[in-house]
């Protein structure tokens, strides 16, 4: 490690005197014109992974001091944004893609056991769960025929010819929904990272209905809306980590999830409690509505893609 850090301190050392974007004259590490960041050659992979093993065991930096705020301090990762104090933080849109890159690949791997355990018939599923959700129960009810219809009614004889043909489409994957459940959970789990991405811009659009009277814009609530996902994700995966211990806080992630929201709303856009309290109940119930109907319409496009 020591001489990795040395390594890289002699390479800065060999720093151009202007910058290699613009050519203007460097008076520090970053270019006072155009940004890029300076006084140092191109990195190598050992120089990269010096950087990387240094911010984890800096317990002063920047990801450790974001993830603290994250997890024990609500809205305040948005309160610093909006007050202008960015710099001590990761920036909003790399933390949530981080964090739902891990997520989603938990989730992915969850759904990939179910497929391999449906194909060797050689173990249970009691252990297999994705999003809180027991696959065995739903992979049980999957080959089920009295809960797998036996055809989906999208159109009829006065629809648009498009939505007969997926009607169509549909009606003909279910058989294959009941051959191989498997298949059509993957199908869903590869897909969610962009429905619940396409989401996000929806959140911070009824974030800014609740508070249209307020001197808060779009970009703003859109930065709330990225990290009260990243907490709710990370919040996940604490609980995914915690099973493989065989400790249950399903309950008190339930509750983490209720009490997160007000107290954010709080902290960030200065509500009173009674407002907080209030918005977050609308965003509970219109958000959930939303979350439904995307997913219902994820259904749909996993089952028409069998």
């Known amino acids: 490690m020591l001489r990795i850090l040395s390594h890289r301190k002699a390479r800065m050392s060999e720093a151009p ?33 010096g950087e990387l093993t240094g911010d984890l065991l800096d317990f002063d930096s ?47 791997l969850g759904a990939n056991r179910i497929v391999s355990v449906q194909e060797d018939g050689e173990e249970e599923l009691s252990d297999s769960v994705v999003a809180g959700v027991d696959l065995e129960a739903s992979s049980d009810e999957a080959n089920d025929p009295n809960v797998v219809p036996d055809s989906i009614d999208l159109a009829d004889a006065d629809s648009p010819q498009w939505l007969q043909d997926v009607d ?8 294959k929904l009941r051959a191989d459940p498997g298949e059509f959970f993957e199908n869903l789990v590869n897909y ?14 009824l974030l800014r209905l609740v508070y249209l009277l307020q001197p808060f814009h779009y970009l703003q609530h859109l930065v709330f809306s990225l990290h009260y996902h990243a907490f709710v994700y990370l919040l996940f995966l ?21 009490v997160y929201l007000p107290l954010a709303l709080h902290r960030c856009y200065g509500s009173s409690w009674r407002g907080s309290l209030g918005k977050s109940l609308f ?24």
């Open 17 to 49: 005197s202007y910058c290699r974007n613009c050519h203007e004259k460097l008076g520090g590490e970053y270019c006072p014109r155009c940004g890029q960041r300076e006084g140092r050659a191109d990195m190598r992979f050992l120089d990269l992974a």
């Open 62 to 108: 920047r990801l450790w001091r974001t993830l603290a705020y994250l997890l024990f301090r609500p809205g305040k990762l948005t309160a610093e944004f909006i007050a202008g104090r960015r710099a001590r933080y990761l920036p909003p849109l790399r933390l949530y893609l981080v964090i739902s890159f891990i997520m989603f690949l938990v989730m992915s």
């Open 192 to 205: 969610l990272p962009q429905m619940m991405f396409v989401l996000l811009p929806a959140f911070a659009l």
């Open 283 to 306: 965003l509970y119930v219109s958000y959930g509505a939303v979350l439904l109907l995307s997913f219902l319409a994820l259904v749909i496009l996993a089952l028409a893609l069998l």
């Open 238 to 258: 604490l609980a995914q980590l915690l099973e493989l211990f065989t400790v249950n806080i399903d309950g008190l992630l339930s509750l983490g999830l209720l």
């Open 168 to 175: 169509q489409r549909l009606e003909g994957n279910v058989d």
